[in-house]
């Protein structure tokens, strides 16, 4: 099984700002997947960005990129420029590559943007 | 683009009665998933199907029984609901064959409320 950690329950960001919500994760696999969701107070999950075991890369998309660390394995989600409507709840989330099947969660955090 | 319908976004049952969740998704994904979310606790996993009558136990599956008879909608069930099973219940679906990087695509949820 992986183990997503999300050390942060409740954060605040001035609009504009850049912010980093911090995602660590635990897991004996080689290949995996690293995944971020929003979701608003409406309630869907919306996908935002996704980043590879072996990718070399940080992900980016749009406003958002993932500061992939993978030695200290940590998927940070960077998200610049903050706006009002990026006020919502975040979630980190592992597969594992040998199936693919079952997503893990960390607990979310909820992020508030400040005008 | 893909589609996941939940029968109910929201849904007030009393403590002993048989509830019905279903999910609906049109893109021909192997994979559905259910999930609880509550606060504090992230997603988890109840059950997971990769195909058609085939279902898998998720990390919570005390409670609850799930049924796949059509590849396109899977179904959680509540033999006798309880107070302690009032959540948001999430409903996911995921292409079985495009790896890693294909994101599960969620359905707008079911808020349960069990008296």
């Known amino acids: 099984a992986q183990k997503i950690t999300q050390t942060q329950p409740g954060m605040f960001v001035q609009e504009k700002e850049a912010v980093t919500l911090d995602c660590t994760y635990d897991t004996s696999d080689q290949s995996y997947g690293l995944f971020w969701y929003k979701q608003p107070s409406s309630g869907e999950m919306i996908f935002l960005i996704y980043q590879g075991s072996y990718d070399e890369q940080n992900a980016t998309e749009g406003r958002y990129s993932l500061n992939f660390q993978k030695a200290r394995k940590s998927a940070n989600l960077v998200i610049s420029a903050s706006q009002l409507g990026d006020s919502a709840m975040y979630f980190c989330?592992?597969?594992?590559?040998?199936?693919?099947?079952?997503?893990?969660f960390g607990t979310g955090t909820s992020l508030t943007v400040i005008p | 683009d893909v589609k996941v319908t939940q029968s109910s976004r929201y849904l007030v049952k009393r403590t002993g009665e048989k509830v019905f969740l279903e999910c609906v998704q049109d893109m021909d994904h192997e994979n559905m998933f259910w999930y609880r979310q509550d606060p504090g606790l992230g997603l988890r996993l109840i059950y997971f199907?990769?195909?058609?009558?085939?279902?898998e136990k998720g990390d919570i599956p005390e409670g609850y029984s799930v049924s796949r008879e059509k590849k396109e909608r899977f179904s959680l069930i509540l033999e006798s609901a309880s107070t302690n099973q009032t959540s948001m219940y999430l409903c996911a679906s995921r292409d079985r064959d495009r790896g890693l990087t294909d994101t599960q695509y969620f359905g707008p949820g079911t808020r349960l409320t069990v008296l």
């Open positions: 199907s990769y195909d058609v009558k085939m279902k």
């Open positions: 989330a592992s597969v594992p590559g040998n199936t693919g099947n079952q997503f893990y």
